[in-house]
């Protein structure tokens, strides 16, 4: 007796009908799981669809769910639950497997944020660059640094950390590779990063595993291995290895040296001469602030050092006695650019600091250190007076990176945003950061300064007084009758902020940014 043959598409009709048979259900199991099925999975997937949508539409589903009416007799036998459930299972096993196959793959670049960083400048001591300067916790894409003077500790994304001691000139290639035409380091390369290698002029260094130190400065360049083994493949010769104690130096007519670690900077003095530069510029810092205090011009300057039982930051501008000290809501203590310098950290909605500045100014010049941690709001606050109206201001960092100083409208004449391009992307969250921006009334225009250099200069369309009056750190009060408030909270760590009824010059506020 030949065997029943069964229409596809009535088999998938009963089977959203709750009615298949078991020896229908066995039919469409073994149709689905044949590899010519594929025609059939994607009909079965656009009938589930179609039946979901069309149950989620009929509120009347709902209610015959809750009171269900008299069961119908079938004909025929009903399959068994193992039956139906196996069914199911296939089904979602089809769901899933034609969302990865028949969809178009993602495209990664529109879905997430992307780097080309290959290491971190995790230190610095002193320096001074040729070119684009970088500041500790700056991410390095591949490229040159030039560095005039100072020592720059670089740690590889591979994990090999490069003290490089200025001047010099090392461009990076890759996470594990890096070109060095000038200057002298040394390396530590941990045996996750083996393989780490060092290109120059006169040879090629391959690392396995060890601790090792390069000079260029010399007329005949050097290599020392202080620890590990390398692979020298010096220029003309061949490859030689070197061992823990053993040096040579490079190029044609290579020599054998004895290694000398004492003549590179090691860990402990990059440690001891890091805590030496961040205490003479903690005291740099403390020297000029009184000077900025006496300025005539400062209607409020916060250094955040005050003591954490208060909750209070003291005014410090001298001449404006009528502005009073900054009440601290939620803001837990935390630690500022240098050790010993104290800062506030913002993380909460309810975090901020409440101010009260008043009057109306032609002229303004905001100034802050931060450390931005992330932009998760769609408007992130610095300073934000209540409220947005008759030319108050909200100085803020959009979600997507740009600074903003919004000015709202005032006397009929319309608010603006004024803004930079994109400045804060995930390379820089993390780093300490100057940010000033002034309001200039005589060149009609707002010009935004991010660690002393000019970002953005704006042009003001109507010029008129700002009004300032009570406001927030680092988060935004509405100031109406309404008892839901946009969340805007700054997601990072303050650790100064002054407010200045004048404009200062690029000059000063480069001399804020050191």
Same mark, same amino acid.
């Given at each position: 007796?030949?065997?029943?043959?069964?229409?596809?598409?009535?088999?998938?009709?009963?089977?959203?009908?709750?009615?298949?048979?078991?020896?229908?259900?066995? &039919?469409?199991?073994?149709?689905?799981?044949?590899?010519?099925?594929?025609?059939?999975?994607?009909?079965?997937?656009?009938?589930?669809?179609t039946d979901a949508m069309l149950r989620e539409m009929k509120a009347s589903d709902v209610v015959s769910t809750l009171i269900p009416a008299p069961a119908k007799p079938r004909s025929g036998v009903r399959f068994s639950y193992t039956t139906l459930t196996s069914v199911a299972a296939l089904a979602a096993c089809l769901t899933l497997a034609a969302t990865w196959l028949l969809a178009p793959p993602a495209n990664l670049e529109d879905d997430e944020d992307m780097t080309a960083a290959v290491a971190v400048l995790a230190r610095g001591v002193?320096?001074?660059?040729?070119?684009?300067?970088?500041?500790? /916790?700056?991410?390095?894409?591949?490229?040159?640094?030039?560095?005039?003077?100072?020592?720059?500790?670089?740690?590889?994304?591979?994990?090999?950390?490069?003290?490089?001691?200025?001047?010099?000139?090392?461009?990076?290639?890759?996470?594990?590779?890096?070109?060095?035409?000038?200057?002298?380091?040394?390396?530590?390369?941990?045996?996750?990063?083996?393989?780490?290698?060092?290109?120059?002029?006169?040879?090629?260094?391959?690392?396995?595993?060890?601790?090792?130190?390069?000079?260029?400065?010399?007329?005949?360049?050097?290599?020392?291995?202080?620890?590990?083994? %390398?692979?020298?493949?010096?220029?003309?010769?061949? =490859?030689?290895?070197?061992?823990?104690?053993?040096?040579?130096?490079?190029?044609?007519?290579?020599?054998?040296?004895?290694?000398?670690? &004492?003549?590179?900077?090691?860990?402990?003095?990059?440690?001891?001469?890091?805590?030496?530069?961040?205490?003479?510029?903690?005291?740099?810092?403390?020297?000029?602030?009184? =000077?900025?205090?006496?300025?005539?011009?400062?209607?409020?300057?916060?250094?955040?050092?005050?003591?954490?039982?208060?909750?209070?930051?003291? #005014?410090?501008?001298?001449?404006?006695?009528?502005?009073?000290?900054?009440?601290? %809501? /939620?803001?837990?203590?935390?630690?500022?650019?240098?050790?010993?310098?104290?800062?506030?950290?913002?993380? #909460? %909605?309810? +975090?901020?600091?409440?101010?009260?500045?008043?009057? +109306?100014?032609?002229?303004?010049?905001?100034?802050?250190?931060?450390?931005?941690?992330?932009?998760?709001?769609?408007?992130?606050?610095?300073? =934000?007076?209540?409220?947005? %109206?008759? /030319?108050?201001?909200?100085?803020?960092?959009t979600r997507e990176g740009k600074l903003r100083l919004g000015i709202a409208g005032r006397d009929e004449k319309p608010s603006r945003d004024h803004d930079t391009p994109s400045m804060f992307t995930p390379e820089r969250f993390g780093q300490w950061m100057h940010l000033a921006t002034v309001i200039d009334p005589v060149a009609k225009e707002v010009r935004h300064y991010v660690n002393g250099d000019l970002a953005a200069r704006v042009a003001r369309a109507s010029v008129f007084p700002v009004s300032l009056g009570v406001a927030d750190l680092?988060?935004?009060?509405?100031?109406?009758? #309404?008892?839901?408030?946009?969340?805007?909270?700054?997601?990072?760590?303050?650790?100064?902020? =002054?407010?200045?009824?004048?404009?200062?010059?690029?000059?000063?506020?480069?001399?804020?940014?050191?």
């Amino acid at each position: 007796m030949s065997e029943p043959t069964y229409d596809p598409e009535v088999l998938m009709q009963r089977y959203l009908e709750d009615s298949l048979t078991e020896a229908e259900a066995a &039919a469409l199991l073994d149709l689905l799981q044949k590899p010519e099925a594929g025609k059939l999975s994607e009909s079965l997937l656009a009938h589930l669809s179609t039946d979901a949508m069309l149950r989620e539409m009929k509120a009347s589903d709902v209610v015959s769910t809750l009171i269900p009416a008299p069961a119908k007799p079938r004909s025929g036998v009903r399959f068994s639950y193992t039956t139906l459930t196996s069914v199911a299972a296939l089904a979602a096993c089809l769901t899933l497997a034609a969302t990865w196959l028949l969809a178009p793959p993602a495209n990664l670049e529109d879905d997430e944020d992307m780097t080309a960083a290959v290491a971190v400048l995790a230190r610095g001591v002193n320096l001074e660059w040729e070119g684009t300067p970088h500041a500790p /916790g700056s991410p390095l894409t591949p490229g040159w640094l030039r560095l005039k003077s100072g020592l720059a500790e670089i740690e590889f994304y591979q994990g090999a950390r490069v003290t490089l001691e200025g001047p010099a000139a090392f461009r990076l290639v890759s996470p594990s590779e890096a070109f060095c035409s000038a200057g002298k380091l040394s390396a530590h390369v941990p045996p996750q990063a083996k393989g780490f290698r060092i290109d120059t002029p006169k040879g090629t260094i391959v690392d396995l595993g060890t601790d090792f130190g390069l000079d260029l400065n010399t007329t005949a360049a050097e290599l020392h291995v202080f620890k590990g083994e %390398v692979e020298l493949h010096a220029s003309g010769e061949a =490859m030689k290895p070197l061992r823990e104690g053993q040096g040579m130096t490079l190029g044609e007519g290579t020599r054998d040296i004895l290694a000398n670690q &004492a003549a590179f900077a090691s860990l402990g003095s990059v440690d001891e001469r890091t805590a030496e530069s961040q205490r003479l510029a903690f005291e740099t810092w403390l020297s000029r602030s009184a =000077m900025w205090n006496e300025d005539s011009a400062l209607l409020m300057r916060l250094d955040f050092q005050d003591r954490s039982d208060t909750r209070s930051l003291r #005014n410090l501008a001298s001449r404006a006695p009528q502005v009073p000290a900054g009440s601290i %809501v /939620g803001c837990a203590w935390t630690e500022g650019r240098w050790p010993g310098k104290r800062a506030l950290e913002f993380r #909460n %909605v309810s +975090d901020r600091v409440r101010l009260s500045v008043p009057g +109306d100014h032609d002229a303004l010049t905001l100034s802050a250190w931060v450390r931005v941690h992330g932009l998760d709001r769609a408007y992130n606050s610095l300073f =934000m007076v209540e409220g947005y %109206v008759n /030319g108050g201001i909200h100085w803020q960092i959009t979600r997507e990176g740009k600074l903003r100083l919004g000015i709202a409208g005032r006397d009929e004449k319309p608010s603006r945003d004024h803004d930079t391009p994109s400045m804060f992307t995930p390379e820089r969250f993390g780093q300490w950061m100057h940010l000033a921006t002034v309001i200039d009334p005589v060149a009609k225009e707002v010009r935004h300064y991010v660690n002393g250099d000019l970002a953005a200069r704006v042009a003001r369309a109507s010029v008129f007084p700002v009004s300032l009056g009570v406001a927030d750190l680092g988060n935004w009060n509405f100031g109406g009758k #309404n008892d839901r408030i946009p969340i805007r909270n700054f997601s990072g760590t303050m650790d100064e902020f =002054m407010l200045f009824s004048r404009v200062l010059t690029e000059a000063e506020i480069g001399k804020l940014a050191r």
